[in-house]
Every structure is written in C-alpha cells, then in structure tokens.
C-alpha cells in the first residue's frame, strides 16, 4: 500500500469540485503543502487505514514539508488550532504518517455547514521554527 494516501490525494485533487486545489507556501528552508477537505471524499478503505471518521461534519487536515533545495520530505512536530469567526478554538492533533520516502501530517476537525476557520500551525524542527496561516470554509453535502 505504498504511497495509497497520496495515490489518492493527487486523483482526488484533479477530479474533484468539491475541493479547493492544494495549496503551498515556502516558509524558510521548507515548501509547506497543505489541504482541507471533507472526510467523505476519502474512500472507507482510506479512512480506516488511517483512522479518520468519515463524517459529513469531519474534516481532515493533511500537511506534507519538504526541502525547497532537496524536495525530500521532512520530519517534523506540527500543533495548531482552528478559530472559527466566533473566536472559539479546536487545537488539533496532528498523526505522522510515513509511507516510504513520503511523510504526511494528518488532522480532524469538525464543522458545521459553511463555517470558515482561520487556522494557524506551528511547524518545529530542532532549531527551525515556522508558522503557516490559512483560512479554510466547509460545506455538508
């Protein structure tokens, strides 16, 4: 099951509307990739796999860091939080996942129909400290 989850991700990504497109920023020395989608998306086999509930009220948080120079994949610690515009705060815990030279940082959360959350993660690394920011609304279906 080699690379299953990012199989996975680069299809859903180019065939899904219900998706915004991945997304990345460069912070220092590391291309931060990140996406916000609908547990449902992922297939039941997927979920269970990686322990995800497949809610229509779940969302999952997938983050992958990698050398701008070397492209390879980096290990880190991640912990964050999503505030909604009410001001209330899910911390979210953040699950390694390594498959082959891939590591993929996975999250839950859950939502409400239309709720947008300003997310703000902190990304550690021995001596190397980054924040990323970014803004994410879901919808039920």
């Not at 680069?10 to 509307?17: H, K, N, Q, Y």
């Not at 001001?87 to 999250?107: C, H, K, N, P």
């Not at 709720?115 to 703000?120: A, E, H, I, K, S």
């Amino acid at each position: 099951m080699k690379f299953l989850l990012a199989t996975f991700l680069t299809l859903l990504l180019a065939t899904s509307s219900q998706l915004n497109a991945e997304q990345m920023q460069q912070l220092g020395q590391w291309d931060v990739h990140y996406i916000a989608f609908p547990a449902p998306i992922l297939t039941p086999e997927i979920a269970k796999q990686y322990r995800i509930q497949r809610s229509k009220y779940n969302a999952v948080i997938n983050i992958s860091v990698l050398d701008s120079e070397s492209k390879q994949a980096q290990k880190l610690d991640i912990s964050g939080i999503a505030k909604d515009f009410q001001g209330r705060q899910i911390a979210l815990s953040f699950t390694e996942v390594v498959e082959g030279d891939a590591v993929y940082y996975l999250a839950q959360l859950p939502f409400t129909d239309q709720q947008l959350f300003d997310f703000t993660l902190t990304l550690n690394q021995k001596n190397t400290l980054q924040q990323l920011k970014f803004k994410q609304r879901f919808y039920v279906d």
